[in-house]
């Protein structure tokens, strides 16, 4: 399978933990984004790269909230003393860049908080 | 009120009948359109990617966009009960930029 990979599929959690999400994006694509996915709504924009580097990240993404891409391949978004808001499914997506501008989502991680 | 607005429905259609989906937004910025689809659970899967106003087709599956009225539809033809997911519009004004969703239209299907 060559798509968007991301892991754990599920994560159950307490209230003050701290989690931390993986996504591989597909093969030589050079965004990568995140966006978060509640019931009943479309997905929300966290944050996106551009190889390393983070071009944009969203308001909704508080300050504990953090992603890396340091290799400007994989990518990790960490949720530090998670609240129950925050149970909501997170998605990873990458897209080519240079010029084609499809966005291809993974399957995404589902986080539930107790 | 939310840029792009997408009617939730659920909207349940007999097999084999034209489907109907349809997205208004307000931001005259967004030049990009997607269509995606969602089945329960898992991420959304690219349907269709039309750029500015005008039509495109892709096997049972039409997208159009009226930038003038700031409408954006997707028709299904011969509609199946495979078919049955949470229809998702997308756009965004810049290419490879983020996407802002509607809120998804469930769709069932019946056989």
């Known amino acids: 399978d060559t798509g968007v990979s991301q892991n754990p599929r599920h994560k159950i959690t307490k209230r003050g933990q701290n989690v931390t999400f993986r996504c591989d994006p597909i093969?030589?694509?050079?965004?990568l984004y995140w966006y978060r996915q509640t019931l009943g709504q479309g997905p929300e924009f966290l944050t996106y790269?551009?190889?390393?580097?983070?071009?944009?990240k969203s308001r909704l993404l508080s300050d504990r909230f953090s992603a890396e891409r340091p290799k400007g391949s994989f990518s990790t978004l960490e949720i530090q003393r998670t609240e129950q808001g925050d149970s909501a499914m997170y998605l990873c997506?990458?897209?080519?860049?240079?010029?084609?501008?499809?966005?291809?989502f993974g399957e995404g991680s589902w986080l539930t908080v107790v | 009120q939310k840029e792009v607005e997408q009617d939730p429905g659920p909207l349940s259609v007999p097999e084999g009948a034209i489907v109907s989906l349809n997205c208004t937004y307000s931001?005259?910025?967004?030049?990009?359109f997607m269509w995606y689809r969602q089945y329960s659970r898992k991420g959304p899967e690219l349907l269709m990617y039309?750029?500015?106003?005008g039509n495109k087709e892709d096997g049972r599956f039409t997208a159009q966009v009226d930038k003038s009225s700031k409408y954006i539809s997707l028709f299904i033809r011969d509609s199946q009960p495979s078919d049955s997911a949470t229809y998702l519009c997308?756009?965004?004004?810049?290419?490879?930029?983020?996407?802002?969703f509607g809120t998804g239209t469930r769709l069932t299907i019946i056989p």
């Open positions: 997506a990458s897209s080519p860049g240079q010029g084609e501008n499809t966005i291809y």
């Open positions: 093969s030589e694509h050079n965004r």
């Open positions: 790269f551009q190889n390393e580097a983070q071009l944009e």
């Open positions: 931001n005259s910025a967004f030049q990009y």
């Open positions: 039309t750029y500015s106003s």
């Open positions: 997308a756009m965004s004004a810049f290419g490879n930029e983020k996407l802002t």
